[in-house]
């Protein structure tokens, strides 16, 4: 609009000039050259979450809500909307350490119904790729509770390594544990968070970091125990969320350096 209002006051200096000129000289038609701005694309970015509801985890009637699902069930949390366990038929095909995915239950019109099935290592904010609709295919973001809800039904959802994604608040139980707890095996780390029982250069490098922050650990490239009781602290001198995991926030006050990844 900017454009065409230039170029209409320009036309309109022309043809004043003009008029002001000899009769003997006929002035030249005035050309308007316009251009076409393509107009930038927009990303639309999937929501993860749905809004908090307020309800507070109570303790799991899995005897009412069984009957009125119409199956025994074997719940591990619930609120007054939203509950997540396994039926009992599911347990039968379980290995001894449990299931490896599990059930969500929701009361809509005093009726509860599953309206998903989600891996147990998964946070909830992931529910496009964890979760799926029995006999229906891939779980959308209407089969989720509301992110209050998750944080306190979902175990993973409170793991230190997803918090950031998930927004929840970890106990001082699951940082406790965390802590003290042995690994019994150690994964490649490539981006952040690190944590515990990662292993690689970055970690390494992080080692040094913390050495040069006063803490005397091993320069050996394994997140052990003792690492992340010396990251703990570190938090704890900088003001910073005591997690013993090295997120982004975290490597900022360690290093001025950019993260290898």
């Known amino acids: 609009m900017k454009r065409f209002l230039s170029l209409v ?76 366990g396994d039926t009992d038929n599911d347990t039968w095909n379980c290995p001894k350490t449990g299931c490896k995915q599990t059930r969500l239950y929701h009361l809509v019109d005093n009726k509860w119904s599953t309206t998903a099935i989600c891996h147990r290592d998964q946070p909830l904010t992931r529910f496009a790729i964890s979760c799926y609709i029995p006999n229906a295919g891939g779980a959308t973001l209407a089969e989720i509770p509301p992110r209050d809800v998750a944080c306190a039904i979902w175990v993973t959802n409170r793991d230190l390594a997803f918090v950031e994604e998930t927004g929840c608040t970890a106990s001082k139980a699951d940082i406790d544990a965390s802590l003290r707890g042995e690994c019994t095996g150690y994964f490649t780390a490539v981006s952040l968070p ?49 997690m013993g995991i090295i997120n982004e926030a975290t490597w900022k006050a360690l290093t001025t350096d950019a993260f290898p990844g």
């Open 9 to 84: 006051l320009l036309v309109g200096v022309v043809g004043c000039s003009n008029s002001t000129a000899s009769t003997d000289t006929t002035a030249a038609p005035a050309v308007v050259t316009t251009s076409t701005v393509a107009a930038a694309p927009t990303t639309t970015v999937a929501e993860k979450f749905n809004p908090a509801s307020g309800e507070a985890v109570i303790p799991c009637d899995n005897k009412t809500i069984g009957a009125n699902y119409g199956e025994k069930l074997k719940l591990e949390y619930c609120t007054a909307t939203w509950a997540m």
């Open 194 to 242: 690190l944590e515990k029982c990662d292993q690689g250069p970055v970690v390494s490098k992080a080692q040094k970091y913390l050495r040069d922050a006063g803490y005397l650990i091993s320069v050996d490239g394994y997140y052990g125990p003792a690492m992340a009781v010396a990251v703990y602290k570190f938090q704890g001198e900088k003001s910073l969320p005591q």
